[in-house]
């Protein structure tokens, strides 16, 4: 790999919701221009965590960064609102979907691009999202709330691909899809990120899938980043082929199987 | 340091399930009581009685009937003013036209009507939700308001409108000094608040926190929306019913319906929200706010004007009181937006971790 | 592994439709479960899978069709009995009661059971005067119980709006286990899970069916689970339904393939 | 008859003032979620700088032109109802986002508190008076047909026009621009809103200051007919049961629904009244919106409410 | 140390009765001050400390165990609420304070036998209404005239308003006109509906017993549905500049009656004011308020209020600090006659009052004045309210009460103490 451009670099943060509950203990990443980064790890791990203190969220759930710095392009980005980190091209897609509830599929696809003041482009952006997620064509005059999960998850995608974003960080795109939408899902992710160069960061509990489109992977756990490095070296980590692609020694196990007690491999204790 | 639950093992769910099951609480809340009861009485002046700690208490009753309501079963009320009325002039008119009539009574009876007007207009809740139920409360305010002005009988045909009552007695004990009043609203709060304290942390007070926080799920799992809606309603406006029998027979001695108007229920609606929605502790906290904190503004800022020589006129501040007031309420939320009794209990937990910081 | 044995039909959806507006969400939908079985209803998004759970639940109410559950037939459901009659559910986007504690959340779920009153419970005391504290305690200590297995300890008394989204969803079993089900209805219980936790999640499931008998019907877009522990499985699409039967069956239907599958499974 | 259509156009009328009123609450919740309960606050406050500002100006730059008097007020008045939106925001909104919708109508009944004293600490609590030279006086028409004719007030039709104006524009406002897409985004959701872009901030500003100027229309036609005093906020409690019958989302509900709650009280005050003692209207208006509640539980015009699972 | 007798006060100066309630403050305190400048009460300098109400009776209340204590001990209070003096009523026996409650409050009051305490003095509702009616009636041409016709009672929907009620009602009675009882609801900023039945019924004429912008809003809307003006009469309470000045010319011929006082911007004691008070730069409010109606009656209170402890200080002690107990008896043995109070500065202001055990209101004159547009005019005669009528309702009333509070009538030795 050539050394690209790092677009994203966080560095040593940590993460207090509450005042009290500590989150995230020092998570430090890069993500290179124009590649794919994953963030694994297990439930509660602070992933989300993680991508809320980016994009600047995290104010509204009574969170703050109280270490640390967030790098975009080498401008310090902690003090921005979420606003301006859309407006230089960082857009998040939020965990468990926030559609607009009362707005029809379509006003929630046009609020996307609220950032963006050419009609043409709106218009040809609208397009392409209907172009990937054909099945938001059918649905888009009904409102969000009233759509099944998947459509939801779908509509949540396609906004943040109307804002026309260079960066975008992604929290578990693949909960509640189909699986071949799912594998859509992260097609269209490849598609935007060879064809228009967006830079993704995306949190995944799907490692399978992660793994295999991301060039990077960072695992954490417990508010810590506990093994990094190339999407195809995780892969072939016996820790991670266990515990997150399921295949210990090798063979995929059957989900029946694992009945029995199982004691939890940890890296930390 | 010393404010750890560590150690402290429960070898029972029922010793788990203790309101406090900390130690150090449960001693402090004692101590309170303790307090409340012996020194206060033996510290405390006539103007600090009359004026802060009877309204206090009673207000403090009703904020937790409120809470049970709005923080508990989620249905937010603007009518909490007129199940204090209703509690007042059916307590009065139980305790007039009655011969003989114990007090005690006479207020559980105006507790119980209101709980009947609660219900009534509980109905609607079980269709309309939110602020629109909110708005729908104030018709039960402003009817109220206006049925205790209009129709003679709730006033024993007095021509003004106002009545009193006088010569109150419980077990031959008159009620008449500051400290007798103040004894005897403190222990109906107490109780009260252990009442409401084992409901919400019972099976009912888990029904109505279900339908607050997902009604559509509470169903699914067998809660009857009807029930714990009517249920919250009803042991809310008893308790409000009850402490609106106090404020009218205890604190004011003589009323008219203007002493529930509607600001009284934006006050009990303060009081709960600034407090913390959901909490009983909080209710108290709240009530300790709102009625503590507008006499103690009114009365530091012309002792503070004084000392920089400057006069400052009645009217000027009272709308500083005003500002600062409601200055403070949005500070108050905006650092915790889930009342004092939140913040209480982040500190709380600051104390368990301290001197560590994390 | 025990071996269960599947019994009679214990609930039977016989040609529900359903639609909202113009949205046909379901249409002449008929399947049955039979007991101690592990049901499996999949398809893609948007096909009614959530809308069948639903009507189950009384939470909506088809325009046509009927529910039979032991026997008893119903044009539609009421929450209550559908409870009452032992049908639990969990949701799929989350409807746990987010102010209250793990222990409280699971505790609503024995709700049905406690028998003292509004007064008792008022007066509810340490010395043992009047049932609701010795009650309490009982359901208490099955809660305890249905902690433990699902391995939610530590949480206790987190307000569950502060758990990360995977435990919540454990919680939200836990409370549909609390309700001793015979029949318990898990939309998605896996979404958002990595395979080790979906490991979890599906040996709670699986231990459930096993140790209590209960039935199981399950929603859920792993294939990799639903083909390994469902013992039969209906797919729809759009509203309709276009499988049904064991786990090879649907694997090898080409109208599933194409609907659903697609190529990769 | 000719009284019945006299009190029906009374109500009418009365019924247009709510909805002015009304409006400012709708405009706000559907921008933001946030019920606010300041907006009759605002209405004494902006009425008040109207008041005093006009009294103020032509003593400081020594004229005496009314117009010109009231010309400048009011762009006096409007640049402060500016000030407040932009201090609101600064001080209060931007800290409560994404809390829950009690915790930010408890915020706003906060800042009535503070408006209230500010406003008689700035411009005094005597009763001040607006005038913009609207006519006092009643017409009566149809004297032919009826004896004593059907009285109108003059006053009234203007105010009536004016807010069906106000309400056109911003009903507009809200359907056709990319803007008020926005402002229905942030009210559902504070937090997606902020992640695709939509600046939280200056939206609310925006808002703010729209229903400030609202207020401010208000504030001067209650406050010419009225006068303006502290007891102008209470205006606020007489468009509350305007605004649920309508639907707390729709700026056309508020204009209807003023119309519904302005006639039923009149009729009801009129007409019932004298049987039982008289003093209804108030809580007829709020258990007529009560009752069209019961069947539609969102308001006659307002967005269904979503309950899912 | 000065001695000093303390005179709180319950003012309104914020909330919805602040235009009129604040004039009343204003010239009770310049009153004050200029007994101060005069020497005192014999030497006793007064005092006050104020304590805003907002014309709320808990407030009120608040501010009454606040004050009561103070400096002292209070002298007198007048809480210029009926609603905090229906509170008060209550709580003054045990405290020991007098309460002077002067056209407003509970009108049985007046019956000293049992209401040891308070002190409607110069008149309550009743006087009012009763002389109101009056001066209706002589427009009219006697009673007789009055009779078939229609009068409708605007009311304040608060005790402050039904308090009117009775009288209007036995005068009904017996003069054979009818009433049509319009309740206004505070703060009464929307009246169209009252108009409207005003318009419907087209009473012969309109009496409003309205405070606060309840009043001008009245007039306003009387304006818009063209009520004349010349047939609307208000009571005490209903009728001084604060009420009228925003209306204008459109309020011209309204009237309203008058307890002795009304707009006195020429009487001796205003000069007085003006020169040792305001001259000084120590005027409490405007000057161009110094003499209208409300501040006057301000002045008035607190001229009673004075006028009480100098009486007490004849019995008790010349210059000596007057306690509560003992002002009650200064109260209860004023006697204002008209020298003393042309002495006062109240020539042509006033006329005696003097009051006894039973009667605690000491006079019932009244006259009625007119707006002319800008200012009041007087419009009539001295009108005596007729005793005839009114003591029996306030005996009546009072034993109601007694009988209600289990009180005994005071006996004549009690009456000596
Ligand atoms: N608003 C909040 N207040 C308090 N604690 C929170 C809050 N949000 C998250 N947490 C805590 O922070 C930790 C990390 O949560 P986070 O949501 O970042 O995890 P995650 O890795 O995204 O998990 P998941 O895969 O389940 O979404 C969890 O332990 C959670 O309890
Ligand atoms: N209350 C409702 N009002 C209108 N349309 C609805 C409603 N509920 C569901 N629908 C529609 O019915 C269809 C089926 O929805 P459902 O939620 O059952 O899908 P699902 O199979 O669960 O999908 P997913 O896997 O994405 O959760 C969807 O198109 C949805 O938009
Ligand atoms: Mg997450
Ligand atoms: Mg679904």
Redesign the pocket.
């Known amino acids: 790999m050539s050394a690209p451009n790092i677009v994203l670099n966080v560095n040593g943060i940590e993460v207090i919701y509450n005042h009290v509950i500590l989150v995230l203990k020092g998570v430090s990443l890069n993500v290179p221009e124009g590649k794919i980064a994953a963030i694994l790890g297990g439930n509660g791990a602070g992933k989300t965590t993680t991508l809320r203190a980016i994009s600047n969220l995290l104010k509204g759930e009574r969170g703050e960064v109280t270490k640390g710095s967030i790098e975009l392009r080498g401008e310090r980005i902690e003090n921005l609102t979420p606003a301006d980190l859309v407006n230089r091209g960082v857009v998040q897609v939020m965990e468990g979907r926030h559609c607009f509830a009362h707005l029809t599929i379509e006003e929630n696809l046009l609020t996307g691009s609220y950032t963006r003041k050419d009609k043409g482009e709106i218009a040809a952006n609208l397009d392409k999202v209907y172009n990937y997620f054909p099945r938001l064509k059918t ?1 888009r005059t ?1 409102q969000a709330a ?6 939801q998850q779908m509509c949540a995608i396609g906004r943040a691909i109307m804002a026309n974003p260079s960066v975008v960080l992604l929290d578990e795109p693949s909960m ?3 699986p071949q939408i799912v594998e859509e899902v992260f097609e269209i992710v490849k598609d935007l990120n060879q064809k228009e160069k967006v830079t993704f960061l995306i949190a995944e509990q799907n490692t399978n899938m992660a793994l295999r489109y991301a060039d990077y992977g960072y695992i954490m756990e417990s508010g810590r980043i506990v093994m990094d490095g190339a999407a195809d070296d995780l892969r072939n980590n016996e820790d991670v082929k266990e515990f997150y692609l399921g295949m210990g020694g090798g063979e995929r196990k059957s989900f029946k199987d694992v009945k029995s007690y199982k004691r939890r491999k940890r890296w930390l204790a | 340091m010393f404010y750890r639950e560590n150690g402290q093992f429960k070898t029972s769910y029922s010793a788990d399930q203790q309101i406090f099951p900390i130690a150090q609480d449960r001693w402090a809340i004692l101590g309170l009581i303790a307090i409340a009861a012996i020194g206060v009485p033996l510290l405390a002046d006539e103007y600090l009685f009359r004026a802060i700690f009877i309204p206090f208490l009673i207000l403090a009753l009703a904020a937790v009937g409120v809470n049970i309501l709005v923080g508990f079963c989620g249905q937010i009320s603007l009518g909490s003013g007129a199940f204090m009325a209703v509690g007042a002039y059916m307590a009065y008119n139980t305790f007039v036209r009655i011969d003989g009539m114990p007090l005690i009574v006479a207020l559980l009876s105006g507790g119980f009507f209101a709980t009947l007007v609660g219900i009534f207009f509980g109905i609607p809740s079980l269709r309309v939700k939110g602020l629109y139920l909110a708005v729908a409360t104030l018709a039960a305010q402003f009817f109220c308001d206006w049925a205790f002005s209009r129709i003679n009988w709730f006033t024993n045909n007095s021509t003004s409108g106002s009545v009193a009552v006088s010569g109150l007695e419980v077990f031959g004990l008159p009620i008449q000094t500051p400290v007798q009043k103040y004894l005897f609203c403190l222990s109906f709060l107490v109780v009260f608040a252990l009442l409401a304290k084992n409901l919400v942390r019972s099976a009912i007070g888990r029904e109505w926190m279900a339908i607050r926080d997902m009604d559509v799920a509470a169903s699914v799992i067998g809660i009857r929306p009807m029930y714990a809606k009517l249920s919250a309603f009803a042991v809310s406006s008893f308790i409000v019913g009850v402490a609106g029998g106090l404020w009218a027979f205890v604190h004011l001695g003589s009323w008219e319906p203007a002493a529930f108007s509607i600001d009284r229920s934006f006050q009990l609606l303060f009081m709960v929200i600034i407090g913390g929605m959901g909490s009983i502790m909080g209710s108290l906290f709240g009530a300790a706010f709102i009625v503590v904190l507008p006499i103690f503004l009114n009365q530091f800022m012309p002792w503070a004007g004084s000392l920089v020589g400057l006069e400052i006129s009645t009217a000027a501040v009272s709308h500083t009181e005003f500002m600062i007031f409601g200055a403070l309420i949005v500070w108050f939320l905006i650092v915790e937006p889930h009342g004092l009794a939140k913040l209480w209990s982040i500190g709380k937990q600051k104390l368990r971790l301290w001197p560590f910081p994390h | 592994m025990s071996s269960k044995k599947i019994g009679d039909v214990i609930l039977d959806v016989s040609n529900i439709s359903l639609s ?2 113009g ?1 046909k ?1 379901l249409t002449n939908i008929s399947f049955n479960v039979r007991e101690h079985e592990i049901r499996a209803i999949i ?10 759970l ?1 009507c189950i639940n009384g939470v ?1 109410q088809p325009q046509q069709g009927a529910i039979t559950f032991r026997g008893q037939t119903f044009k539609h459901m009421n929450s209550r009995q559908v409870a009452e009659m032992g049908i639990a559910r969990t949701f ?1 986007n989350l409807a746990l009661f987010k102010g209250m504690s793990v222990i409280d959340n699971i505790m609503t779920g024995r709700n049905l059971r406690i028998k003292s009153n509004l007064f008792s419970q008022a007066f509810r005391n340490p010395f043992g005067i009047g049932g609701a504290e010795k009650e309490e305690v009982k359901h208490r200590e099955f809660v305890e119980h249905i902690i433990d297995f699902l391995e939610i300890q530590a949480y206790r008394k987190t307000p569950v709006g502060q758990l990360p989204y995977g435990l919540q969803k454990r919680v939200d079993l836990g409370r549909a286990l609390a309700m001793e089900p015979q029949v318990l209805l898990l ?2 219980p896996m979404a958002g899970m990595n395979v080790e936790e979906k490991q979890d999640m599906s040996r709670f499931v699986l231990d459930v069916n096993d140790e209590f008998g209960t039935t199981v019907v399950l ?1 859920e ?1 792993d294939m990799g689970v639903v083909m390994d522990i469902s013992d039969r499985v209906v797919v ?1 699409d759009y ?1 309709k339904k276009i499988g049904d039967g064991t786990p090879d069956e649907v694997r090898n239907n080409e109208d599933v393939i194409s609907a659903y599958l697609g190529t990769s499974h | 008859m000719a009284f019945f259509l006299e009190t029906l156009f009374g109500g009418l009328m009365a019924g247009m003032l709510y909805s002015l009123v009304a409006l400012g609450f709708v405009l706000i919740f559907k921008a933001s979620g946030v019920f606010n309960f300041a907006q009759g606050a605002m209405v004494l406050f902006a009425a008040l700088a109207m008041a005093r500002f006009s009294e103020w100006i032509p003593q400081w730059l020594g004229f005496e032109s009314l117009l010109l008097a009231n010309v400048l007020a009011f762009i006096v008045a409007a640049a402060c109802m500016f000030v407040v939106a932009w201090v609101i925001e600064r001080l209060v909104l931007r800290h409560l986002v994404n809390q829950e919708g009690v915790t930010l109508l408890m915020a706003t009944l906060g800042i009535t508190y503070f408006l209230d004293g500010l406003g008689q600490t700035i411009f005094g609590s005597e009763i001040y008076q607006i005038n913009v030279g609207m006519p006092k006086e009643p017409v009566f028409l149809l004297q032919n047909t009826f004896e004593g004719g059907i009285l109108i007030s003059q006053e009234d039709i203007i105010a009536a026009l004016v807010a069906a104006c106000l309400v056109a524009v911003l009903a507009l406002f809200f359907q056709k621009t990319s803007t008020g897409r926005a402002l229905r985004a942030v009210a559902d959701d504070h937090q997606a809103a902020q992640s695709i872009g939509i600046p939280l901030n200056r939206i609310w500003v925006i808002v703010w200051c729209v229903a400030g100027i609202t207020a401010l229309v208000a504030g001067i036609i209650w406050g010419s007919k009225l006068g303006v005093q502290f007891s102008l906020t209470t205006v606020a409690l007489r468009a509350l049961p305007v605004i649920i019958l309508g639907g707390l989302t729709s700026v056309p509900g508020a204009i209807i629904g003023g119309l519904i709650i302005g006639v039923g009280e009149k009729f009801s005050e009129v007409y019932l009244g004298p049987l039982v003692g008289g003093g209804i209207e108030i809580w007829f208006a709020y258990m007529l919106a009560l009752v069209f509640l019961l069947f539609r539980p969102q308001g006659l015009f307002g967005e269904k409410i979503i309950d ?1 699972v | 140390q000065d001695k000093v007798q303390f005179f709180p006060v319950l003012s309104g100066r914020t909330g919805p009765v602040a235009p009129n309630a604040t004039p009343w403050a204003n010239g009770h305190n310049d009153y004050m001050k200029l007994v101060n400048v005069r020497g005192g009460i014999n030497g006793v300098k007064t005092l006050v400390e104020e304590c805003e109400t907002a014309y709320a009776t808990d407030r009120g209340v608040e501010c009454y165990e606040r004050l009561k204590g103070k400096h002292g001990g209070a002298t007198v209070f007048q809480p210029l609420s009926t609603g905090i003096t229906f509170a008060l009523t209550e709580k003054i026996p045990t405290d020991k304070i007098p309460m002077i409650t002067s056209g407003y409050g509970r009108s049985d009051s007046a019956d000293g036998g049992i209401f040891k305490w308070n002190f409607p003095l110069i008149g309550h509702y009743w006087v009012a209404g009763d002389t109101v009616l009056q001066h209706i009636a002589n427009k009219e041409g006697g009673w007789d005239k009055l009779k078939g016709k229609k009068i409708a009672v605007g009311y304040h929907d608060s005790p402050f308003g039904k308090e009117l009620l009775p009288i209007m009602q036995e005068r009904a009675a017996m003069h054979g006109f009818s009433l049509q009882l319009l309740p206004i609801p505070a703060p009464g900023v929307e009246q169209k509906s009252i108009w409207l039945q005003v318009r419907q019924q087209r009473p012969d004429f309109v009496v409003l017993q309205t405070w606060g912008v309840m009043t001008p809003t009245a007039i306003k809307e009387a304006v818009a549905t063209g009520y004349p003006r010349e047939k609307m009469f208000g009571t005490w309470w209903s009728g001084a500049e604060p009420d009228l000045k925003d209306v204008g010319a459109g309020a011209k011929g309204y009237s309203a009656v008058m307890m002795q006082h009304g707009a006195e911007f020429n009487s001796p004691v205003v000069k007085e004011i003006l020169e040792k008070v305001h001259a000084k730069g120590q005027g409490t409010g405007p000057k161009e308020e110094v003499g209208s109606v409300l501040y006057m009656r301000g002045v008035v209170g607190a001229m009673l209020a004075v006028e009480g402890v100098r009486a007490a200080q004849e019995r008790f002690g010349k210059g000596k600090v007057i306690t509560g107990e003992q002002a009650r008896w200064g109260y209860e043995n004023l006697n204002l006659t008209q020298a003393k109070l042309d002495a006062l500065g109240f020539k042509g202001v006033m006329r005696p009052v003097s009051t006894s055990c039973q009667d605690h209101m000491g006079s019932a004159w009244a006259r009625v004045h007119t707006w002319d547009g800008s200012k009041f005019v007087w419009a009539s005669d001295w009108l005596q309210a007729d005793e005839q009528i009114i003591r029996p309702m306030v005996k009546a009333s009072a034993d109601k009460y007694a009988g209600e509070k289990k009180l005994a009538r005071r006996s004549a030795q009690d009456c000596q103490s």
Do not use: C, W
Request: aromatic content about 8%.
């Open positions: 649905r009904s009233y759509t099944s999960g998947g459509e509640g899809l189909a | 909202f507006g949205v969400a398809g893609p998004n948007g096909a009614g899978k959530s809308s069948m639903n909506y799929q939309d998605e929603i877009h729809l509203g | 899912r």
